[in-house]
């Protein structure tokens, strides 16, 4: 959570400010493995509009944005990228058919590439949203951990009793 509506790069031992932008209600902040880009999650929840994530990737120390993304959810929950560094995935809403889906970015250059159904046994609410391996994520809620491949877009595995 961001105490300003604004995002700074310092160089601490100039201390001194490299870069600086608008960023409003910052929610979640992460580098990229090679620490040479970093990503930006916003909450977007206005009253009159639908409530969506706006993620935004800065170079470091320019802070040039290199791309944005967003989408609709139905609530917030932090976005992650996969352990093989290739994706940014996150958990999207489609408003027209009432129902949830995982939602897969290319890392690199922050294109859509695809939209993975939610479908394993027993769903219940998502609590949150890990990077397991390689290409896998791990939708975490209360009984398990229900893992999804990003690659081949589908259900891969629960693990019972495992909370993230």
Known sequence: MSESDEIYVWNLPYRAILSMGDEPDIKQIFFTSDEKRFLTVSHKN???TEPSILAVCRTVPAGEI?????????????????????YVVGIGYDHSLKKEHVRVYHLRKGVFLHRIAIKYPNIKDIQNLVGFHLCFVALI???????INCTEKRFSRAIPTWSG
Do not use: C, G, L, M
């Not at 944005?68 to 992650?80: A, D, G, L, N, Q």
């Not at 809620?141 to 893992?147: E, F, H, I, T, W």
């Open 46 to 48: 206005a009253p009159d």
């Open 141 to 147: 809620d209360n009984d398990k951990a229900n893992v």
């Open 66 to 86: 290199v791309y944005t993304f967003e989408f609709k959810i139905k609530k917030f929950r932090p976005i992650v990228t996969t352990p093989d560094d290739h």
